[in-house]
């Protein structure tokens, strides 16, 4: 990557070692905890689902009955189940939606219960690495034939098999990326609902199922179009390694993983988050799953301007706990967003300077550049002007996925017809310049220049002040995104639990011994 900044290197690696300080005594207490849904996760990627007559997923059936034992691992007690029962897995989750109890039943010895769980874990890793070696065969098979950055665009209609018939269009009119946007406030939900949904508000349900049905639907666009189209959905909120397991499982190419953002914008409890991005990401890894993370959302209650700095700082981080968790640097679609307000002068020139400089830093990251939004007004053709100045912005600093901005923004749900004049828009953008990267040097004293030296300074005294403080401290005072969370606060903290001596998790064992991480 050239770099046209000049950015300093020891500062970069400065920020750099800052941030493994700060994720460090996060870490040491991720590895001594585990939560309801890294043990519902785990549930599932041995094969636990199905659901009751009411619609409570086999996985929180499970959970609900070891309350007190789940120190232990719930895959101890799971495949002890299956041993003693001599059922399938399939049989054992019937008995277990019919109201079976395992938790009631005594262990058996600990090497055949070994031998088993190792038997699933070792089905999970097949299933996985055959979803990945067909999506690296398409990649191969199709290659050169999808736009750079790729085009991403959304659908959200609540109904999966509606979603189906708006993703299909959007693919064929040249999306490369097609997200399913989760109905309101499913993050806050502590379950997976099962099965199809047709009904839901703002987005369709995030189930196994509507995975599968999304995955079939997109695999036949990719055979009509000759182009491979990414399936992305949402591994974040309150199942977030849940949702990373099913997205593995049905082949899902990207997800939203973000390290903070559930902490900030939903105020799901701290201790809580950190556990559970740690193993969705130790999934989304071995998946070779490419996660999103959310710091496009500081934008919507800081000030693109003033509060630059904390993007990267918060960059930096999500980097550091992606590495943790054994994710590459191609699989981090670290975030950032276009939100100046346009009423500044030389605006432009100063997203210039932020998405180059993100570029310059995280060079082998395929970074997620989203729309601007705050200051769409419900003026169309403005808007259409705003976005394609986006347009021309990341393209020419040389992003890697981008979200296509709406002309419609603040008006209501994206239309075909929107997204179709989004990606015209997008692609005459890209088309007219496309070599003018390489084409152009920046003012060493200029504006641009200037800018990024600034805000990459600004980060590292920022994460300075975050290694005094403490990440879990500085959370608490509202350092970033001007929002406070209490440590001892917020949803599923509950949900919680020290691991105990005897702790068993065969997944994550074989997770860490794959992805090269400590023990």
């Known amino acids: 990557m050239e770099n046209k900044l000049a950015l300093s290197q020891e500062r970069i690696d400065r ?23 890294v043990e519902r996760a785990t549930l599932r990627l041995a094969g636990a689902d199905g659901a009751d007559v009411d619609g409570v997923p086999v996985p929180n059936l499970v959970v609900d009955q070891l309350k007190g034992k789940l120190e232990n691992g719930a895959i101890t007690y799971y495949v002890n189940a299956l041993l003693k029962t001599g059922e399938t897995v399939e049989g054992l989750n019937r008995k277990i939606a019919e109201g079976f109890r395992i938790g009631e039943l005594p262990l058996g010895d600990k090497a055949a219960i070994d031998r088993k769980a190792k038997e699933l874990v070792l089905a999970f890793a097949e299933r996985v690495k055959r979803n990945r070696a067909h999506r690296e065969a398409k990649l191969e098979q199709f290659k050169g034939r999808n736009c750079s950055p790729l085009l991403y665009v959304i659908v959200a ?3 999966i098999y509606e979603d189906v018939k708006q993703a299909q269009a959007a693919a064929g009119q040249g999306a490369d990326v097609v997200a399913v946007i989760r109905t309101t406030a499913q ?46 959905n949402y591994a974040s909120g309150l199942c977030m390694p849940e949702i990373a397991a099913m997205g593995a499982l049905e082949r899902l190419d ?19 988050t950190f556990v559970d991005q740690k193993f969705s990401r130790m999934i989304n ?15 919507t209650t800081s000030d693109a301007v003033e509060k630059a700095h904390t993007v990267l700082a918060s960059q930096f981080l999500n980097e550091r706990f992606a590495l943790e968790a054994g994710l590459p640097p191609k699989q981090m679609g670290l975030g950032h967003a276009f939100e100046m307000n346009p009423t500044i002068e030389n605006g432009f ?13 995280f060079p082998d990251a395929p970074l997620k550049y989203m729309p601007p939004t705050k200051f769409m007004t419900g003026d169309i053709f403005k808007g259409q002007v705003q976005d394609a100045l986006f347009n021309f912005v990341s393209k020419f600093t040389n992003q890697g996925i981008h979200l296509l901005g709406m002309l419609t923004e603040a008006i209501h749900t994206p239309f075909m017809m929107d997204r179709s004049i989004a990606l015209e828009n997008a692609k005459y953008v890209f088309n007219n310049i496309q070599d003018l990267s390489g084409e152009i040097e ?7 220049v200037k800018r990024a030296h600034q805000v990459l300074e600004e980060a590292v005294t920022f994460l300075e002040t975050i290694e005094r403080t403490g990440l879990m401290e500085a959370m608490e005072q509202g350092e970033f995104a001007e929002i406070k969370r209490p440590r001892d606060m917020g949803k599923g903290l509950d949900g919680l639990v020290k691991k105990g001596p005897e702790y068993y998790n065969p997944f994550e064992a074989y997770l860490i011994n794959e992805l090269g991480l400590k023990a």
């Not at 890894?285 to 934008?299: K, P, R, S």
């Not at 920046?442 to 641009?448: A, E």
């Open 15 to 37: 920020a750099r070692e800052l941030a493994k300080r700060i994720v460090s005594p996060v870490q040491d207490f991720i590895v001594e905890h585990t939560t309801v849904t």
């Open 349 to 361: 020139l100063l997203e210039v300077a932020q998405a180059q400089m993100a570029r310059e830093i």
């Open 442 to 448: 920046f003012k060493k004293d200029g504006i641009i």
């Open 285 to 299: 890894a071995f998946a070779g799953v490419i996660i999103n993370t959310g710091e496009d959302n500081y934008l």
């Open 187 to 232: 993050s806050l939900l502590d379950y997976v609902p099962y099965g199809a949904t047709t009904e839901g508000f703002g987005g369709t349900y995030a189930t196994q199922e509507n995975f599968r049905i999304m995955r079939a639907a997109l695999d036949e666009v990719i055979e009509k179009e000759q182009r491979y189209v990414y399936l992305t």
């Open 254 to 272: 990207m997800m939203l993983n973000d390290s903070m953002y559930g902490i900030l914008f939903r105020d799901i409890n701290m201790y809580r």
């Open 157 to 159: 209609t609540g109904n």
